[in-house]
């Protein structure tokens, strides 16, 4: 390979770095979206085992951060070849690492807002599950569901006291 200045012998390790990158920040954002979720499902299972399918679900959601990040590596790396077959330039280089800091980065981000939400939504499901209970009783009574609802029915005090 001759090394000229749009194909100098640094250029590989730029791409070998998005390749990097994307894995690293990828997997990052997945862990730690994934423990998170994970808290929040063992606290909903403490109080409503029933409901721990339905808290899975930003489980799965992290797991696909990291397979984006895979896949992006696996992608740049198809597109590099050992220096003897293929003149890598800088150019590439230079796009090989902003593609694996932008999905590295993205997928750290949304790894932690989607540990934010995870381990909010078993209590989330925890107060719909107890609304939707109050508001099928509230149609019951014979004052409003709003007055029921906001704790000052009197048939409602006279359930409570």
């Known amino acids: 390979m001759a090394e000229s200045d ?15 990158f994307a894995m690293i920040f990828g997997c990052i954002g997945a862990a730690y979206g994934t423990a998170k979720a994970g808290i929040g499902i063992s606290g909903v299972g403490t109080f409503r085992s029933d409901l721990i399918m339905k808290s899975l679900i930003p489980v799965v959601m992290s797991g696909i951060i ?8 696996v992608l740049i790396a198809g597109d590099m070849a050992p220096p003897p077959q293929e003149n890598y330039s800088l150019f590439r280089g230079f796009m090989h690492l902003a593609s694996g800091l932008s999905v590295g980065m993205t997928g750290l981000g949304a790894g932690y807002a989607i540990g ?19 508001r099928s009783r509230a149609s019951e009574h014979t004052c409003n569901n709003q007055e029921y609802l906001s704790g000052w029915c009197s048939s409602s005090f006279s359930e409570k006291y």
Not at 6 to 20: K, N, S
Not at 66 to 73: D, E, F, K, S, T
Not at 122 to 132: A, M, N
């Open 6 to 20: 749009l194909t100098p012998r640094c250029a590989p390790f730029f791409g070998m770095a998005g390749i990097a």
């Open 66 to 73: 990291a397979v984006y990040a895979l896949v992006i590596a």
């Open 116 to 134: 934010i939400v995870g381990d909010s939504v078993g209590q989330i499901l925890i107060w719909l599950q107890i609304y939707t209970e109050r």
